[in-house]
């Protein structure tokens, strides 16, 4: 018996991967209605809300190239990133290539992507989009939704035969689901807030720093980083603990604390700039989201941050979003659109590789946090970049992994442990090979009388260095 295939498509939320998962569908046959909260930002002079660049990858190039936005959004609009670009304290910067095959990463605009894909999802004839649409109430089960309509209040009730929940981070859906049995769930919010600030273009219209970079300020427990963006501007997003934050209260603590970390950001920004937008704005948390499954029946399923939201360290929050419709499609492809089979499956299949990444972002949260600064780290960076240029294409760092393949998330995390025991067997070879080199150099020292004490020092400090080594 061939499977009944669903007809209705309620996706709640028109973010960036609402929009996407609506094209998707309705591609697939599926008469679709997309419900989102807020007006129709394409009619809207400011859109308020969170950081107005991002960078795009292969994995969120590879949804949109599904749909044939890709082209329009990466090449046309986007702006090439190919190195990052480190500021030192002390004004000097230096670059450091993503890729050695020139593959990179792009800006594009928060706003513009999303209004692409809202004009790609309206193209489709079998497409409803329901702006001023309030998720209020579902039942997961039955598909059944009630909405308010913020525009004139009333309320609005519908069914669907699969509801796709794409409502971001504080998913309303996501919160019908907690209220089951067997769904587990874990969030974590972390000290840090972040800021949003903007470094105009020049006088005469250019950029005020080299673009075609990420520009990084890294400062142990700060950090702030800018994208490009098509105005020639810059958004500057400064990230650190809300403490801090709570301390600057006055533009003379904010200039003397920029003064202190980023000097050579006040010019760029700007005194009274910095001042203005810095007291104007509240700095925004960040939240990590985990659960599972992400289906219930039949009937509903969740994707993008109502999944899987997480710390923005790794860059691919949206990329990961997008990618999850490019493997539902998949599955959807695999099982021919039945349902009953299609949604545990991708439940199965998601979850290790979504859990990965947002624990990999928190995990480079804390690194470049506690880290950075750590000797011993940074040898194991330096010999893990010597890696890669002697077995180019078999040893990848992880960032090349994650960004640059579509290697399930997962599958990188498993590749960098056996790199981790490899680096470590090598350095415990080496290290003894050290040890016998030196103990013999130490030898002959001790022979001669004139060296003994330097031989016997030398002696003591190859033991213990060899003791550390094999430790950790
Ligand atoms: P959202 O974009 O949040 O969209 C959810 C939509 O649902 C919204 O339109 C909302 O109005 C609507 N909605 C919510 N509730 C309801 C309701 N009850 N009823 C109806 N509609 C509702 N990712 C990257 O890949 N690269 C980056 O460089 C990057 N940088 C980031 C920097 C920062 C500071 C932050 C915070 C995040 C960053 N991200 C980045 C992550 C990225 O922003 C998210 O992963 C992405 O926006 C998720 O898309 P989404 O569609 O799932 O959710
Ligand atoms: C954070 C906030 C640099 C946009 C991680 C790199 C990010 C982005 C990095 C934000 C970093 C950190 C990587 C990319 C990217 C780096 C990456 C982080 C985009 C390991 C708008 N991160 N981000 N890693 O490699 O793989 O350049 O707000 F500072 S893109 Cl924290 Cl590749």
């Not at 004004?91 to 594009?108: H, Q």
């Not at 769904?183 to 600030?197: D, S």
């Amino acid at each position: 018996m061939a499977p009944k295939k669903a007809k209705t498509v309620a996706v709640v939320g028109a973010g960036l991967v609402g929009t996407l998962e609506a094209c998707m569908m309705a591609k697939r046959g599926y008469e679709v209605h997309l419900y989102e909260y807020r007006q129709d930002i394409r009619q809207m002079e400011h859109v308020p809300g969170r950081s107005i660049n991002l960078a795009m990858s292969v994995r969120g190039r590879t949804g949109l190239g599904a749909v044939g936005v890709e082209e329009q959004i990466v090449q046309r609009h986007g702006i090439a990133m190919k190195a990052r670009m480190i500021h030192s304290l002390d004004g000097t910067t230096k670059s450091i290539p993503y890729n050695r095959e020139g593959k990179c990463i792009f800006s594009v605009g928060r706003r513009f992507v999303n209004e692409v894909l809202l004009t790609r999802a309206e193209d489709f004839p079998n497409v409803t989009i329901h702006f001023n649409h309030k998720l209020e109430a579902c039942d997961l089960e039955r598909g059944e939704m009630t909405f308010t309509n913020t525009a004139t209040g009333e309320r609005v009730s519908t069914r669907a035969d699969l509801m796709i929940g794409c409502d971001g981070a504080y998913s309303n859906v996501r919160k019908q689901m907690l209220k089951r049995a067997h769904f587990n769930y874990k969030q974590e919010y972390i000290p840090h807030g972040y800021m949003e600030l903007c470094i105009p273009a020049t006088p005469d219209g250019e950029f005020a720093m080299p673009p075609n970079y990420l520009h990084i300020w890294p400062r142990g427990n700060y950090m702030m980083i800018a994208l490009p963006n098509q105005d020639r501007s810059w958004t500057v997003t400064l990230f650190m603990p809300f403490e801090i934050f709570g301390t600057l209260t006055t533009p003379e603590e904010l200039l003397s604390f920029f003064q202190t970390n980023y000097p050579d950001a006040i010019p760029l920004i700007g005194r009274e700039k910095l001042i203005n937008d810095f007291f104007s704005n509240k700095p925004l948390p960040m939240i990590s989201v985990k659960c599972s499954p992400y289906h219930v029946g039949n009937t509903s399923v969740i994707m993008g941050d109502a999944a899987h939201a997480m710390v923005p360290f790794y860059g691919q929050g949206m990329n990961c979003g997008m990618e999850d419709c490019v493997v539902l499609n998949e599955i959807l492809d695999q099982y021919g659109d039945d349902l009953t089979k299609a949604l545990p499956a991708y439940s199965k299949r998601r979850n290790p590789d979504a859990e990965a990444i947002v624990d990999l972002a928190m995990y480079n949260y804390v690194e470049m946090r506690d880290l950075v600064n750590s000797p011993f780290f940074l040898l194991r960076k330096k010999l893990d970049d010597f890696l890669s240029i002697i077995l180019p294409g078999r040893w990848q760092p992880l960032y090349t992994m994650v960004t640059f393949s579509r290697r399930p998330y997962s599958s990188c995390i498993a590749n960098k442990t056996w790199q981790d025991k490899v680096i470590m067997r090598v350095s415990r070879v080496a290290g003894v090979a050290c040890v016998a080199a030196l103990a013999r150099v130490a030898l002959q020292a001790v022979r001669e009388p004139a060296a003994q004490q330097a031989g016997r020092d030398a002696l003591m400090w190859v033991s213990q260095a060899a003791s550390r080594a094999w430790q950790g």
